[in-house]
């Protein structure tokens, strides 16, 4: 284990590794203490986090693709303030727009990563085709956009299978809804100034609804307020990287930043390189053909 470590610490950007093995140390010990206390919600959380943290390497080694280390570096924070943070320290509750900040990041990275994958097909010389700026970016605006999607997807088939509360609720005090309609039409009837709600269930399976709970300030919602909040905030973030993406295009060496942010292929300056040199023969042919003549 120790010779791993090692190893990868030799390969490896340094501080991207010192940060990577600072945390997965407090998760690791953090485990042990929830193991001892039987919390096995929060050590599920935890092996969670161990088994995210060991995509980036995976998929680098796997995919021969190179992380940039800031890149590498704001994934396992990412993981970490999602994970250990979010839900083990309760963040999402404690902290006041925690779930929205993340949501953001994750539109902005996963716009750059969009945009770095069909940026490498339109450097390669593999690809006969030559995609414009403005499709280059309207392409990882749209990754994003899909990954944003189906992580709601996820949360939601979540909390219908495990009966989670990954779709935060929230106290609303104004609905509008045909349901309350009372000719049944197609018509909203709005409800304002909701004080409280009472629910009434029932508790022994009789049909009889025995129980109650009664909600102060308004109405529960059923997550649709988080969600929604969650795909907007997922749209700023990737707005953002997708117009930095298409000067970048525009002009490389000015938004040359953008660089430590966006996944490469390990042998891409040699295929760049490839393409150029390729480009050069057929010139050279072009005009020993035109000599000849």
Same mark, same amino acid.
């Given at each position: &284990?120790?010779?791993?470590?090692? %190893? +990868?610490?030799?390969?490896? @950007? ?7 093995? !600072?945390? %997965? ?38 995919? *021969? ?12 924070? #990412? ?10 320290? @309760? ?9 929205? $900040? !993340?949501?953001?990041? =994750?539109?902005? !990275?996963?716009?750059? /990563? ?26 990882? #605006?749209? #990754? ?21 509360? &990954? +779709? ?17 039409? =197609? *018509?909203?009837? +709005? ?6 709600? /009472? ?28 969600? $929604?909040?969650? /795909? ?13 993406? #298409?000067?970048?295009?525009? =002009? %490389? ?21 490839? *393409? ?18």
């Amino acid at each position: &284990m120790f010779k791993k470590l090692k %190893r +990868q610490y030799q390969d490896s @950007n340094k501080k991207v590794f010192i940060i990577y093995l !600072l945390l %997965r140390i407090y998760v690791i010990t953090v485990m042990i203490l929830q193991i001892l206390n039987k919390n096995w919600d929060s050590v599920f959380y935890c092996v969670l986090t161990l088994f995210l943290f060991t995509l980036p390497q995976f998929v680098s080694k796997s995919f *021969k693709i190179s992380l940039p280390g800031f890149l590498e570096i704001i994934i396992y924070l #990412f993981i970490f303030a999602a994970e250990m943070l979010g839900e083990l320290a @309760n963040f999402y509750n404690n902290v006041s727009n925690w779930d929205t $900040m !993340l949501h953001t990041v =994750n539109g902005f !990275l996963c716009a750059a /990563i969009g945009f770095a994958l069909i940026d490498i097909l339109n450097k390669s010389n593999k690809v006969k085709t030559h995609m414009t700026p403005i499709f280059v970016t309207f392409v990882s #605006f749209c #990754f994003s956009m899909t990954v944003g999607a189906c992580w709601e997807i996820i949360e939601y088939s979540c909390d219908i299978v495990s009966k989670s509360d &990954m +779709q935060k609720d929230k106290l609303v005090t104004n609905i509008s809804t045909v349901y309350l309609n009372p000719e049944g039409a =197609n *018509k909203a009837v +709005q409800v304002n100034d909701i004080k409280y709600t /009472i629910i009434w269930y029932d508790t022994d399976g009789d049909g009889v609804a025995d129980e109650s709970v009664t909600i102060n300030g308004g109405y529960l919602d059923i997550g649709i307020h988080d969600t $929604m909040k969650d /795909i907007i905030v997922n749209l700023i973030g990737a707005i953002v990287f997708s117009i930095f993406g #298409f000067l970048y295009i525009k =002009n %490389r060496e000015k938004y040359s930043f953008l660089e430590n942010l966006m996944p490469s292929l390990k042998d891409e300056k040699l295929a760049i390189d490839t *393409k150029n040199n390729n480009n050069l023969e057929n010139e050279e042919k072009n005009i020993d053909s035109s000599t000849k003549m």
